[in-house]
């Protein structure tokens, strides 16, 4: 997977002049769909959904699914952010009830009232959004609702030894099953959901976008695991924006578009990026990063990073960065590449160090001090650190601005609405209706407010963690686009990443963190993959981990 | 994208399960041109969590009409004379009023993520505060400012305690309830101090166009809570620092001045509600307005206000108090015990909860399933 599939080579692409200003296209008929010789996959069909149909208020999320999976298969799905994805998989698991049509599980008709029955009878997911409690350990989330008893007690011993098991099995022995689930990082409580998932005897294991939060090295892993659980038999439903990975693990592939089933069980090696694309959002799609400019001699610096530290997450980082210059960040999840954003943003007090703006330096350990110096942040964590969920999108949107457009501590409503229109529109957020709850925007669309916050009013400077995670192919060349953009009006952009290639594409600078150091700095046109992978992994934690 | 039509839910379909549908329905096949350029795209078509609200002060109405039902079936003598209606609201409106005052800055804290189980506490302090002798001598203007600056003192003091000194809310205000009747305590030396003062007795006992002064206050200050929490950058906050403190403080918003300001301004309601409740007894002590911290509580949860903060109405909270000051009222003309009134407010209080978990939620997805399994 060190070659990203979605790169397509040259023969692929149609000309760059067929995509429209707003990212829109042609849109031709929707291929048929395609059924693929039987004997491609040799298990028996598990799971069969026929014409699903599940609506919201307003939006139709499903609108005739038709979806088989076979025993011992990976089944991708794929589709733009709001295809309906994360609902078909809700209505699998029992989260949701189907309005009509059909779910067959083993050959039954079957509808589960509750994500309990689902289990039950085999089927178990590991959501998008992270549901873990986090006030109870790591074992206990793990065996949530079906912890082992004995007379009626649970078996604590017991249940902590087969968490240690999982844990083991999932590369992960350092995790420890007493551990609070508060204090693991984001990419630890991934683990634990997935671990959660292994610890029911399940048929079928539906896994929704699980590598948006894993490092590099850690989708490996979890693709050891699944065909650990393939070759058992076991079904599973992987969905991904990444097409690498599609390619990589999956069996057929499955493309929903609008709630609806476009072409089923595609073979997943095979079948081109361009017809998957197009299948996916009726239009063709060049995933290339925009160009940078050609030397943009001697800006003025923006942002000045001077031997910064924390203790026991990096030390004695220097960078700068110009305006109208975007730096990209590479290093694995752990490398304090977070941390270091977090920090200059305020949001954690530096032990040493100096943070400056246009020469002057800003107060540390105040997000207040940096947002007036021009600063702003799009974090790693969108449901916990960035959104209101039962707010409307638009609140959302304004949340760092809505003060600068209020007269007299009245707010204006009617300019905070039409402001986060234009963004919406920017980003393609889908509905576009902005008085919408966010909660009930899917995963890839609240993504998109939450870089879309910094988008208005004066930033200065972005610092962006993690904005394309859970994006679609899509909106993701929309959003570099726009990124590009707001450089050649000035605004300088750190941007951090575990995907190196975006890091590499987008940014005119590169640093690669490792272990809290920042041990590379080049431009992006000198560096290429591998080199950064090396450079990020040499001595990687892996091995380094306490034991 | 371009060609995406949504259409609305054919008329056959089983509701939604997951959410009550919206108070407007979508037009029917309304195509949505992405890019049109029209801002303000989508007019009408999400009526949104404000729909939400809408419907559970709906609910509200209906519980307050149920009770009225109640009151003219049980005395139907009383209800048959048209004077004694009007003045029957007018004296549930009165028995609403202090607690109202005191409710809306309950529900502020709430929304922002907090508690206060001081409120009745600082009503004492503030009212025996403003009605020493000493006090009196400035006269009204001299006790309605000793009363809210007394008030919003000790609200500052919790909300410091909060804030910077990051103890729990709810231990910080208990703290609180117990050190500010203390303080009462000992400052009115455990007497009732009258209040001399004919302007401020006169809040109570006087009417304007017939209607009580105490319900012009409560008007005032819930127009007031409403315009504040929905119109101004600081109810914004308080949404924000309530619904998700980690989200507000990455956006720039000080989360710890705010909540503190939140407990100053339950001060600040505290404040007024001790000088109409002075004004209704012609006196104050350390022990008046006990236990409103449990009314103002309850009377913002019935109103739909989130315990875990994040959201919550004025109106809502309003509905609220009204209810209970009609159960009393109730309870009043039929003659009955307070303590029967108690047990019934705790049900209504356990009922409210309840509906507002389960809601119509449970009983659509009820049906949904049943069509489901028998059509299977
Ligand atoms: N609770 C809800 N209330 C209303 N609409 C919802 C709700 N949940 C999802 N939707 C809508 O249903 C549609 C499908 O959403 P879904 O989450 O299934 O998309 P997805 O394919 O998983 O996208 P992503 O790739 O971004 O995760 C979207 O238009 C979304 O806004
Ligand atoms: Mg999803």
Same mark, same amino acid.
């Given at each position: 997977?060190?070659?990203?599939?979605e790169r397509?080579?040259?023969?692929?692409?149609?000309?760059?002049?067929?995509?429209?200003p707003n990212?829109?296209?042609?849109?031709?008929?929707p291929?048929?769909?395609?059924?693929?010789?039987a004997?491609?996959?040799p298990?028996?069909v598990?799971l069969?959904?026929?014409?699903?149909v599940?609506?919201f208020?307003?939006?139709?999320?499903?609108?005739?699914?038709?979806?088989?999976?076979r025993?011992?298969?990976?089944?991708?799905?794929?589709?733009?952010?709001?295809?309906?994805?994360?609902?078909l998989?809700?209505v699998?698991?029992g989260?949701?009830?189907?309005?009509?049509?059909?779910v067959?599980?083993?050959?039954?008709?079957?509808?589960f009232?509750?994500p309990?029955?689902?289990?039950?009878?085999?089927?178990?997911t590991?959501?998008?959004e992270l549901?873990l409690?986090?006030d109870?350990s790591?074992?206990?989330?793990?065996f949530?609702?079906?912890e082992p008893?004995?007379?009626?007690?649970?078996?604590?011993?017991?249940?902590?030894?087969?968490?240690r098991?999982?844990l083991?099995?999932l590369?992960?022995?350092?995790?420890?099953?007493?551990?609070?689930?508060?204090s693991?990082?984001?990419?630890?409580?991934?683990?634990?959901?997935?671990?959660?998932a292994l610890?029911?005897?399940?048929?079928?294991?539906?896994?929704?976008e699980?590598?948006?939060v894993?490092?590099?090295?850690?989708?490996g892993?979890?693709f050891?695991?699944?065909?650990?659980?393939?070759?058992?038999?076991i079904?599973?439903?992987?969905i991904?924006h990444?097409?690498?990975?599609?390619r990589?693990?999956?069996?057929?592939?499955?493309?929903?578009?609008d709630?609806?089933?476009?072409?089923?069980?595609?073979?997943?090696r095979?079948t081109?990026?361009?017809?998957?694309?197009s299948?996916m959002?009726g239009?063709t799609i060049?995933?290339?990063f925009p160009?940078?400019?050609?030397e943009?001699?001697?800006?003025?610096k923006?942002?000045?990073?001077?031997?910064?530290?924390?203790e026991?997450?990096f030390?004695?980082?220097?960078?700068t960065?110009?305006a109208g210059?975007?730096?990209?960040?590479?290093?694995l999840?752990?490398s304090?590449?977070s941390?270091l954003?977090?920090?200059?943003?305020?949001?954690?007090?530096?032990?040493?160090?100096?943070?400056?703006m246009?020469?002057?330096?800003?107060r540390?350990?105040?997000?207040?001090?940096?947002?007036?110096?021009?600063?702003?942040?799009a974090?790693?964590e969108?449901?916990?650190?960035?959104?209101?969920?039962?707010?409307?999108?638009?609140r959302?949107v304004t949340l760092?601005t809505?003060?600068?457009?209020?007269?007299l501590g009245?707010?204006?409503?009617?300019?905070?609405r039409?402001?986060?229109n234009e963004v919406a529109?920017r980003?393609?957020?889908r509905?576009?209706?902005?008085?919408?709850?966010?909660?009930?925007?899917?995963?890839g669309?609240?993504?998109?407010?939450?870089?879309?916050r910094w988008?208005?009013?004066g930033?200065?400077?972005?610092?962006?963690?993690?904005p394309?995670?859970?994006?679609?192919v899509?909106?993701?060349?929309e959003?570099y686009?726009v990124i590009?953009?707001?450089?050649?009006?000035?605004?300088?952009v750190?941007?951090?990443?575990?995907?190196?290639?975006?890091?590499?594409g987008?940014?005119?600078?590169?640093l690669?963190m490792?272990?809290?150091?920042?041990v590379h700095?080049?431009p992006?046109?000198e560096l290429?993959?591998?080199?950064?992978l090396?450079l990020?992994?040499a001595g990687?934690l892996?091995?380094?981990a306490?034991? | 994208m371009?060609?995406r039509?949504?259409?609305?839910?054919?008329?056959?379909a089983?509701?939604?399960a997951?959410r009550?549908?919206?108070?407007?329905?979508?037009?029917?096949?309304?195509?949505?041109?992405?890019?049109?350029?029209t801002p303000?795209n989508?007019t009408?078509?999400?009526?949104?969590d404000?729909?939400?609200?809408?419907?559970?002060?709906?609910?509200?109405?209906?519980v307050l009409v149920?009770?009225i039902?109640?009151?003219?079936?049980?005395r139907p003598?009383l209800?048959s004379?048209?004077?004694?209606?009007?003045?029957?609201?007018?004296?549930i409106?009165?028995?609403?009023?202090?607690?109202?005052?005191?409710?809306?800055?309950?529900?502020?804290?709430?929304i922002?993520?907090?508690?206060?189980l001081?409120?009745?506490?600082?009503?004492?302090?503030a009212?025996?505060?403003?009605?020493?002798?000493?006090?009196?001598?400035?006269?009204?203007?001299?006790?309605?400012?000793t009363?809210?600056?007394?008030?919003? /003192?000790v609200?500052l003091?919790?909300?410091f305690?909060?804030?910077?000194?990051?103890?729990?809310?709810?231990?910080a205000?208990?703290?609180?309830?117990?050190?500010?009747?203390?303080?009462?305590?000992?400052?009115?030396?455990?007497q009732?101090?009258?209040?001399n003062?004919?302007?401020?007795?006169?809040?109570?006992?006087?009417?304007?166009?017939?209607?009580?002064?105490?319900?012009?206050?409560?008007?005032?200050?819930?127009a007031?809570?409403?315009?504040?929490?929905?119109?101004t950058?600081?109810g914004?906050?308080?949404?924000?620092v309530?619904g998700?403190?980690?989200?507000a403080r990455?956006?720039g918003i000080?989360?710890?001045?705010?909540?503190?300001?939140?407990?100053?301004l339950s001060?600040? /309601? /505290?404040?007024?509600?001790?000088?109409?409740l002075?004004?209704q007894?012609n006196s104050a002590q350390?022990a008046?307005?006990?236990?409103?911290?449990?009314d103002?509580?309850a009377?913002?949860i019935?109103?739909?206000t989130?315990?875990?903060?994040?959201?919550?109405t004025?109106?809502?909270?309003?509905?609220?108090?009204?209810?209970?000051?009609?159960?009393t009222n109730?309870?009043?003309?039929n003659?009955?015990?307070?303590?029967?009134?108690?047990?019934?407010?705790?049900?209504i209080?356990?009922?409210?909860?309840l509906?507002q978990q389960?809601?119509?939620?449970?009983?659509?997805?009820?049906?949904?399933?049943n069509?489901l399994?028998s059509?299977?």
């Amino acid at each position: 997977m060190t070659e990203p599939a979605e790169r397509p080579a040259a023969d692929e692409t149609v000309p760059a002049g067929v995509q429209s200003p707003n990212g829109t296209g042609p849109v031709g008929d929707p291929p048929p769909l395609v059924t693929p010789p039987a004997d491609t996959v040799p298990g028996e069909v598990v799971l069969r959904l026929t014409d699903v149909v599940k609506t919201f208020p307003g939006v139709r999320a499903l609108d005739g699914v038709q979806l088989e999976v076979r025993a011992g298969e990976v089944h991708c799905l794929l589709g733009q952010n709001g295809a309906g994805k994360s609902t078909l998989i809700k209505v699998l698991s029992g989260a949701h009830q189907p309005d009509s049509g059909q779910v067959e599980w083993l050959g039954e008709p079957v509808s589960f009232g509750n994500p309990q029955a689902a289990m039950k009878a085999g089927i178990a997911t590991i959501y998008q959004e992270l549901d873990l409690v986090e006030d109870l350990s790591v074992a206990e989330n793990a065996f949530l609702g079906h912890e082992p008893r004995q007379l009626g007690f649970v078996r604590r011993g017991y249940m902590a030894r087969q968490t240690r098991e999982i844990l083991a099995r999932l590369g992960h022995p350092e995790i420890p099953p007493r551990r609070m689930v508060r204090s693991l990082p984001s990419a630890g409580k991934q683990i634990v959901s997935m671990a959660r998932a292994l610890s029911h005897e399940a048929r079928l294991i539906i896994m929704d976008e699980p590598s948006a939060v894993l490092a590099h090295d850690e989708v490996g892993n979890l693709f050891r695991i699944i065909r650990e659980l393939t070759a058992q038999g076991i079904a599973v439903i992987y969905i991904s924006h990444r097409m690498e990975e599609i390619r990589e693990i999956g069996d057929r592939v499955t493309v929903l578009k609008d709630g609806r089933t476009t072409a089923a069980n595609l073979p997943a090696r095979s079948t081109p990026t361009r017809d998957l694309v197009s299948r996916m959002t009726g239009r063709t799609i060049e995933y290339v990063f925009p160009d940078r400019p050609a030397e943009t001699p001697a800006a003025e610096k923006l942002l000045e990073v001077r031997e910064l530290s924390r203790e026991g997450e990096f030390a004695d980082v220097s960078l700068t960065v110009h305006a109208g210059e975007i730096v990209g960040i590479a290093g694995l999840v752990g490398s304090g590449r977070s941390e270091l954003l977090e920090t200059i943003f305020g949001a954690r007090r530096a032990s040493t160090g100096t943070v400056s703006m246009a020469g002057r330096q800003v107060r540390p350990g105040s997000v207040g001090a940096a947002v007036r110096a021009g600063m702003g942040m799009a974090p790693e964590e969108r449901k916990s650190q960035a959104l209101l969920l039962g707010e409307p999108i638009y609140r959302n949107v304004t949340l760092a601005t809505f003060t600068r457009w209020a007269r007299l501590g009245f707010t204006d409503a009617g300019r905070e609405r039409a402001e986060a229109n234009e963004v919406a529109d920017r980003l393609e957020l889908r509905p576009l209706d902005v008085r919408r709850p966010v909660r009930t925007l899917s995963g890839g669309n609240q993504q998109k407010v939450v870089v879309g916050r910094w988008l208005l009013g004066g930033t200065k400077l972005l610092l962006l963690d993690e904005p394309t995670r859970g994006v679609d192919v899509g909106a993701r060349a929309e959003l570099y686009q726009v990124i590009r953009a707001l450089a050649a009006r000035g605004v300088g952009v750190l941007l951090v990443s575990s995907e190196v290639p975006e890091v590499l594409g987008l940014a005119d600078r590169v640093l690669v963190m490792r272990e809290g150091r920042v041990v590379h700095e080049a431009p992006a046109g000198e560096l290429d993959e591998d080199t950064v992978l090396d450079l990020v992994m040499a001595g990687s934690l892996m091995e380094g981990a306490p034991a | 994208m371009t060609e995406r039509t949504e259409t609305a839910a054919p008329a056959g379909a089983a509701p939604p399960a997951d959410r009550p549908s919206p108070v407007s329905p979508a037009p029917a096949g309304a195509p949505v041109h992405k890019g049109a350029g029209t801002p303000g795209n989508g007019t009408g078509r999400w009526s949104g969590d404000a729909g939400e609200s809408f419907r559970r002060n709906l609910g509200l109405v209906g519980v307050l009409v149920v009770l009225i039902v109640i009151g003219i079936v049980t005395r139907p003598d009383l209800y048959s004379d048209m004077n004694w209606v009007g003045d029957n609201i007018m004296s549930i409106l009165t028995l609403a009023s202090v607690v109202g005052v005191v409710t809306v800055g309950m529900t502020f804290v709430i929304i922002g993520g907090g508690i206060d189980l001081s409120v009745g506490a600082i009503v004492a302090l503030a009212g025996v505060w403003s009605t020493t002798v000493a006090t009196q001598s400035y006269g009204a203007g001299g006790m309605i400012f000793t009363a809210v600056v007394v008030a919003v /003192c000790v609200g500052l003091v919790n909300g410091f305690l909060i804030s910077y000194g990051r103890l729990v809310p709810f231990i910080a205000t208990l703290a609180m309830l117990v050190a500010a009747r203390g303080l009462a305590a000992e400052i009115s030396d455990k007497q009732t101090q009258v209040s001399n003062n004919a302007t401020i007795n006169g809040i109570a006992s006087n009417d304007v166009l017939g209607i009580p002064v105490l319900v012009f206050i409560l008007a005032g200050v819930v127009a007031a809570g409403w315009v504040l929490l929905n119109r101004t950058t600081f109810g914004r906050r308080t949404v924000a620092v309530g619904g998700n403190p980690e989200a507000a403080r990455l956006a720039g918003i000080n989360v710890r001045r705010h909540s503190m300001l939140l407990y100053a301004l339950s001060g600040l /309601c /505290c404040g007024i509600a001790a000088i109409m409740l002075t004004a209704q007894a012609n006196s104050a002590q350390a022990a008046m307005a006990n236990l409103y911290e449990l009314d103002a509580i309850a009377a913002a949860i019935i109103g739909g206000t989130l315990l875990s903060g994040g959201r919550g109405t004025i109106v809502g909270s309003l509905l609220g108090v009204i209810i209970f000051a009609t159960i009393t009222n109730l309870f009043a003309i039929n003659g009955l015990s307070t303590e029967a009134q108690n047990m019934v407010k705790g049900g209504i209080i356990v009922a409210a909860v309840l509906v507002q978990q389960f809601r119509f939620k449970s009983l659509t997805q009820l049906l949904a399933r049943n069509k489901l399994r028998s059509t299977n």
